[in-house]
């Protein structure tokens, strides 16, 4: 794994100074994590969420997760990969309470408001099409795998800080393509496999069961239970899950 000089162990070397603004939407669960180590990633020089040409890390970060409430007891104590949603948060080094909300819900402060129904939709689809268990197991990851994890790392931000195009098709992490507060384009990783990733998507395709992390001070995640958990909580267990949360929205 490439390694450089970073001022923080984080998905930012700053923290901007922005009005913190909780989610309206009422948490169906909490988890309380802390970060502990990085899957597969690489350093990505990045333009969005207020940094101007900051490195980050692109990829996985791995929680690890010691209690939970409601729907965060979908995942077991331990790692937890998940990707930032939240590039001008710092990630938590010490461990952090976190409400557990649908992607749509999640509120960035930064942008002003939440992600809605599509970008949500979306990060999902993308989850479903792209993600890969590999990128967080064990400790030694290959160049394919870091640079694979790190372009879908810059395909979720592309997602996030910028305007929904009107196709998929013109989603492109080299180019700012949102006037205003919004916008995203990085440099220093595979953009081609990015944008590949950004461009087979529809809004309507198969999608993972994406939920979100958030922490009013700290970087919000996206994450899924693992597929293990998943199994044990047997079909009674996903349908009260899915009842529970089209309550909570």
Not at 28 to 34: A, E, F, K, L, S
Not at 51 to 61: H, Q, R, T
Not at 146 to 155: L, M, P, V, Y
Not at 228 to 241: D, E, K, P, Y
Request: proline residues 5%; negative net charge.
């Amino acid at each position: 794994m490439k390694m450089l000089k970073i001022t923080a162990v984080a998905c930012l070397a700053l923290v901007l100074a922005l009005p913190c603004l909780a989610t309206k939407a009422t948490p169906i669960g909490t988890v309380d994590v802390v970060l502990d180590n990085f899957g597969a990633n690489d350093i990505t020089t990045v333009w969005g969420g207020g940094l101007d040409g900051v490195e980050v890390y692109g990829g996985v970060y791995l929680l690890n997760k010691s209690a939970s409430t409601g729907v965060g007891d979908t995942w077991p104590n331990g790692l937890t990969p998940v990707f930032c949603i939240e590039l001008h948060e710092l990630a938590p080094h010490s461990t952090c309470t976190y409400n557990v909300v649908t992607p749509d819900a999640a509120h960035n402060n930064f942008l002003g408001g939440t992600l809605g129904q599509s970008k949500a939709d979306y990060l999902a689809e993308l989850w479903e099409r792209f993600y890969d268990p590999a990128w967080s197991i064990g400790t030694l990851y290959t160049d394919d795998q870091n640079s694979d994890a790190e372009a879908f790392g810059a395909a979720v931000w592309e997602i996030v800080y910028e305007d929904l195009p009107s196709s998929p098709t013109g989603w492109d992490v080299t180019t700012d393509g949102t006037a205003g507060v919004g916008g995203f384009y990085a440099t220093g990783l595979d953009t081609n496999k990015a944008n590949s990733y950004l461009h087979s998507l529809t809004g309507s395709g198969p999608k993972a069961g994406l939920y979100a992390f958030t922490n009013c001070g700290t970087q919000d995640f996206i994450t899924v239970p693992e597929p293990a958990t998943i199994v044990m909580l047997g079909l009674g267990g996903i349908l009260s899950l899915i009842r529970r949360k089209r309550t909570a929205v």
